[in-house]
Structures are given as C-alpha cells and as structure tokens.
C-alpha cells in the first residue's frame, strides 16, 4: 500500500490560521474561479467572503439576510448565491456585500444550487426543482413529480455539436451490456430531431423517494426516471462526457446509468451503510460513506481500486489535487491519501467538530466545520515530497542491470492527476 505518515508527521501541527468569525456550523464554501475568494455559509445565517491570496485569510464580507441556516453557497461572476432553511435564495453583490435579488417561492429548506449563466437551479425539501432567471429572480419553470425531499441536483448540457462521439458512445454501451444496437438505436432514433428532448439542456436530480429524474429544461417534463435502489438517494455525479449519471444512496450502494435510455449500467457494492459523496474524476469515481471510508472505483467496470481508511467516523466531504485524495471527517480530523495507493500522507488536526467542507489551493487546505471555525493547513511539502518519491523510482528504474546488453527503457506513464471541483454534500 505504500509508506503511510509515520508517528513524527503525524503528531506535527500544520496548521497555519483559525478564523473564527462565524457563530455556528460552517456547512458550505465554494471558491471563485480565479481562486482569490473564498465563500462560506454557516448556522448562524451568515455568509463570509474570505480573501485567500494573502499571507492571512482575512473576512472581506459579511452576508447578512437570511432568517435561517446557510444550505449552499456558489459564487458566479460577481455574485455569491446562497440558499437556506428560510425557504430563499439569495442574490449578493460581491463588491458591496448587498442583497440584490430574493428568490421567493419554494416552501421548504432550500438544499442545493446550481447555475448555468443566464439560470438558477434550486432543490428543496419540498419536493421540487425550480429554474429561475439569474437577473431578474423571475420562477420561469417548476419540476414536480418526486415524492419526498429532493437532496441533489446536476446540469447536463445538450449535445448536438457532438452527435458522431455521442452515437459511439451508445454503441459502446450497447455492446457492453450485449445488448442488440440497432435495437438501441432504434430505441433512441428519435434523439437528435430538432424538437426531441433529448437535444435540450437537461437536469438531473435525487431525492430521498429513490429515484433520480432527468427534466427537460425547455418543458419542464420528466425525460427519464432512474429506478433501482432501495432507499434515499444522497448524491449524484457524471462521467466527463455527461453521458453516465451515478447515484449514491443509503442503501449503501452506488449505480451508474445512461442518462439518454435511462438504463442500468452497474452495481458498485462495497460500502456498508450510507454513500454520502460522490466526486468523478476522469476514469475513475471516489465516494464517502458513513463507514468510516472513502474508496475509488474504476468507473467502466464498478471495480474498487482503493479504499482509504484511518477514519474513525463518517467522511463527509472529498476532494482530489496533484494526485492526493483529501477527506473531512466526523471525528474532527482532515486528511490526506496517496490518490493510487491508498497510503495515508498527512492528518489535519485543529478542529473540535466534524468538518463537513474543504478545499484546497495554493499549497493550503481550507477546512469548515461544526465548531464554527474555518481552518487552514499548510500543504506545501507534499507536492515536493511525491515528486522526490517520484524521482526515486525513476532513479532505481535507471540503474537497473542491463540484459542481453539491450539497455532497459525507463520512460513510465505516469498519471498526472488535475484539480476537480467537489460538490459537498448537503444536509
């Protein structure tokens, strides 16, 4: 499996900065695109904008409005977007820390936001999706058919400047599943006309019913419904493409299906109780359970390739860069994985309460938790200790004796991992 931390790094301190400005929880954060700002929402019902390009992370705003706790949080463009208990969504500028827009009509917990540009996406516990107008806060659709609280939502963009990759796409899994293609595509001969659904901009969501839904965003119907587990879908995920949706459930399993048919495609059994993330990463997907686990599946076959363990309550949050796996746990501990090994590189500790978000940039791991403090971890030696790692190998490859004095070729392929968001898990 690797060399893990050894007992000396494990007992050292990495961490940087305490910011204990916020009251309550800190639940969610998301970063700017350039990185420079960091959003957080918390129990207290306050939003905090963090700077992160300084020596110190300082507050830079404070977000006050809602009447209830902070759900989720996203920043877009100039705007920071968040959602709450109090049944709203907000809209604030960046620049002066104002309210400018109220999204006013879901009667319930609002739970996640997505937002495409020009739209809004927003699921709630009161059953429904709802598609807003970014500028002006106006409900332009309504998605009603789940019949319990919805917990997560995706965008699936139309594909029509796509439709040879996507063709091949179906035919892969057509074969895959020995399945008859030209029934397939018989199946789905309608998809690319140009009033089809399936042409359109989609969603996808998840709801504790067991059923994920694919909607039309241009009719608001129901295109497919995902059927198979046995209890509360938690999260959702898609391959790079968009072409296969994964669903985690309580059930303790997660299945992958293709989003144009609807169809089961495979079972990834391993978890022993509630997959609460899912985070796709080209060819591979990580989940985390409450097991105590995060693991790592080959996405084409279902197969566990790691599991990481050293938790010791539930790992809420995931997060992967450069080749390391990063976890936030219920036992108040941040860590971090070797990505292909599974051996553990470093323990983040600081925090009294479960840490339910991270990121991680430049060199430091920002990390929210249940004590109402954000914390920030140094990070900077790890790149430097895989590369030396890496070198390592290179190095033994080289002088490896030759044979039949044919020289050995010592060129590797070696993987290089790259930065993906994580869509946290919302409570």
Known sequence: MGNGATKKEKQKNYLLQTCDEHEGSINCMDLSEDGSVLVTGSDDSNVRLWTTKTEQCECIGLLEGHD?????????????????????????????????LTFLGHDSTVNKLICTGDFLFSVSYDKTARCWDFDTGECIRKFTGHKNNITSIMFIPSDRDNDTQTLQFIQEQAEKSKKNFVKTLQNISGAYDEDDIYSKDLIITGSFDTLAKSWSIETGECVQTFRGHTSAITCLATDLLGKILFTGSSDHSIRSWDIMTGQLLRVFSGHQTTVLSLLAHRKLLYSTSSDHTARCWIMDFGDCTRVYKEHEHSVSCIFEQNGFVYTGCGDTIARCFDAKSGAIKRIFKGHTGAINCLRVLDERLFTGSFDGTLRIFDTSDLLLDKKSADKKKENDNLQTPEIDNEKIDPMEDNENYQVIQVKEKEF
């Open 68 to 100: 209830d706790y902070i759900t989720s949080v996203l920043i877009e463009e100039n705007f920071v977007l968040s959602s709450s208990a109090d049944k709203t969504i907000k809209k604030w500028d960046m620049t002066s820390c104002e309210c400018v």
